[in-house]
Antibody, heavy 124, light 111 residues
Framework: QLQLQESGPGLVKPSETLSLTCTVS??????????WGWLRQPPGKGLEWIGS???????SYNPSLKGRVTISLDMSKNHFSLILTSVTAADTAVYYC????????????????WGQGTLVTVSS | QSVLTQPPSASGTPGQRVTISCSGS????????VIWYQQLPGTAPKVLIY???QRPSGVPDRFSGSKSGTSASLAISGLQSEDEADYYC????????????FGGGTKLTVL
C-alpha cells in the first residue's frame, strides 16, 4: 500500500525559506508511470497545486509561484523535497505531498494518492 | 480565483439526490479528464471519481461523475449524513506550460 509522509518545520519566519520532505513507502519514486508533487491548502480555503517532479528530474511548477519554488528528489532515500523561498503569511497552509499519474511528456492527472498533510505557519 | 468554477455550497436531505457542477474551459476540462475529491474536516482529499466517471474500489456506487464539453458534474444519490464534506473537482490544464487546476470547492450540507 502506497504511503506518503510529509516532514519539516511547522513554523517559518517571514522572508525565510520553507523546506519540506516527502518520504514514500510502498512504491518507488523512480517509477516511469508517475510524477510526485506538492500541493497546499490555506486554512479554510481551497486546494492549490505547487508543482511536480518526474524521476528524470523534469519539473513543472504553478506559474503563480514560479521563481520561489524548487522541487527535487533523492532516489537513494525514496523521497522528494519542496523549497519555497521568501515566504509571507500568505504561504501559511497545510502542505500535502502526492502522487500524480503521468499522461504524457510533462503532463499528469491530478493527484491519486495524498499524504496526510502538514501545517506550516509563517509567523515571526 | 479558481480556474474551475464550482458552487460554494449545496445541500440536501437524507435520501435525496444532489448534483455539484464544475465549469472549466477548452484547455482543462475540455481536453483532459476530471477527478473529484471528497475532503472531510482535518483530512486529506480522497479520490471519489477519476477519469471523469470511474469509481475507485471502495467508493459506493451512490457517487457518479459525468463530463460534457467543458463542464463536469458529480452526483450523489441516496444522500447520507456522512456525505457532509467539501467536494473539489480538478483537471490538468494545457495552458502556459501546463499545470493542475482545481475548483474552489463545494461545501455539502446534509439537512
Amino acid at each position: 500500500q502506497l504511503q506518503l509522509q510529509e516532514s519539516g518545520p511547522g513554523l517559518v519566519k517571514p522572508s525565510e525559506t520553507l523546506s519540506l520532505t516527502c518520504t514514500v513507502s510502498g512504491g518507488s519514486i523512480s517509477s516511469t508511470s508517475y510524477y510526485w508533487g506538492w500541493l497546499r491548502q490555506p486554512p479554510g480555503k481551497g486546494l492549490e497545486w505547487i508543482g511536480s517532479i518526474y524521476y528524470s528530474a523534469h519539473t513543472s511548477y504553478n506559474p503563480s509561484l514560479k521563481g520561489r519554488v524548487t522541487i527535487s528528489l533523492d532516489m537513494s532515500k525514496n523521497h522528494f523535497s519542496l523549497i519555497l523561498t521568501s515566504v509571507t503569511a500568505a504561504d501559511t497552509a497545510v502542505y500535502y505531498c502526492a502522487r500524480l499519474l503521468r499522461t504524457g511528456v510533462g503532463t499528469t492527472t491530478p493527484p491519486d494518492y495524498w499524504g496526510q498533510g502538514t501545517l506550516v505557519t509563517v509567523s515571526s | 480565483q479558481s480556474v474551475l468554477t464550482q458552487p460554494p455550497s449545496a445541500s440536501g436531505t437524507p435520501g435525496q439526490r444532489v448534483t455539484i457542477s464544475c465549469s472549466g474551459s477548452s484547455s482543462n476540462i475540455g481536453s483532459n479528464s476530471v477527478i473529484w475529491y471528497q475532503q472531510l474536516p482535518g483530512t486529506a482529499p480522497k479520490v471519489l471519481i477519476y477519469s471523469n466517471n470511474q469509481r475507485p474500489s471502495g467508493v459506493p456506487d451512490r457517487f457518479s461523475g459525468s463530463k460534457s464539453g467543458t463542464s463536469a458534474s458529480l452526483a450523489i444519490s441516496g444522500l447520507q449524513s456522512e456525505d457532509e464534506a467539501d467536494y473539489y473537482c480538478a483537471a490538468w490544464d494545457d495552458s502556459l506550460s501546463g499545470y493542475v487546476v482545481f475548483g474552489g470547492g463545494t461545501k455539502l450540507t446534509v439537512l
